[in-house]
């Protein structure tokens, strides 16, 4: 088996960029760095997002993405794969993205993360990828990655080992979350996670009011 491990750390700062006959600016543009990388508050230094109400911020600090989802695009959909594509942090290996637990949290170098939520693909993906549709394949994929917030700030860098210190009890997983989006049973199970993100709470609390509803007659 694959040591969890974190194979390449990525940065990159806001540039702007033509859109459809608009300049748009975006931080999606990121690339390996050597040596150790600082993670202070909110940002792995060198590190920004242009748009703070959508991107970044405390319940997206850090988003990790997995050498393991990444093959799946190389060999079922033939694209070339290199860290930091989708705009991740952190290029992983040898754990189950999908499979981890809201709350979980990951001793990563000197740092101690905590899983929040999956990344919803807005149009930026789309050009970075030079496909308006590639969003919605992104999210019919359902290879999502990982927001983390900070909880113990420190620094990081390629080779270290990632190791999941505390696991919650809820069971509710990023993939659960995912699902959430089309399921209001699941919906409504992610009331159980604490200190869920806005945008997935009012999911929840709307899910839960519509199952408490009685019936129409």
Not at 15 to 26: F, M, P, S
Not at 64 to 71: L, P, V
Not at 202 to 207: I, K, M, N, V
């Amino acid at each position: 088996m694959t040591t969890p491990s974190v194979l390449s750390v990525n940065v990159g700062s806001i540039r702007e960029i033509e859109w459809r006959g608009e300049i748009v600016t975006t931080g999606i543009w990121k690339n390996p760095v050597a040596g150790r990388v600082a993670l202070r508050g909110v940002n792995l230094a060198g590190d920004d997002q242009a748009d703070r109400t959508v991107h970044g911020g405390p319940d997206k600090s850090v988003y990790a993405y997995a050498r393991e989802d990444y093959d799946f695009w190389r060999d079922q959909q033939g694209l070339e794969t290199p860290a930091g594509l989708f705009g991740e942090n952190l290029t992983v290996q040898g754990i189950d993205l999908s499979s981890a637990l809201v709350g979980e949290r990951w001793n990563v170098g000197s740092t101690l993360l905590e899983v929040t939520q999956p990344r919803l693909p807005c149009y930026k993906l789309g050009i970075r990828m030079g496909d308006p549709y590639f969003p919605k394949r992104f999210l019919q994929a359902r290879r999502m990655g990982a927001y983390f917030r900070v909880i113990e700030e420190g620094d990081v860098g390629a080779g270290d080992e990632v190791h999941v210190t505390t696991r919650p009890e809820h069971g509710v997983t990023l993939r659960m979350m995912t699902q959430a989006l089309r399921d209001s049973d699941k919906a409504a199970r992610l009331l159980a996670v604490d200190r869920l993100p806005a945008f997935w709470r009012r999911l929840a609390a709307d899910s839960r009011r519509n199952f408490d509803a009685p019936p129409e007659v």
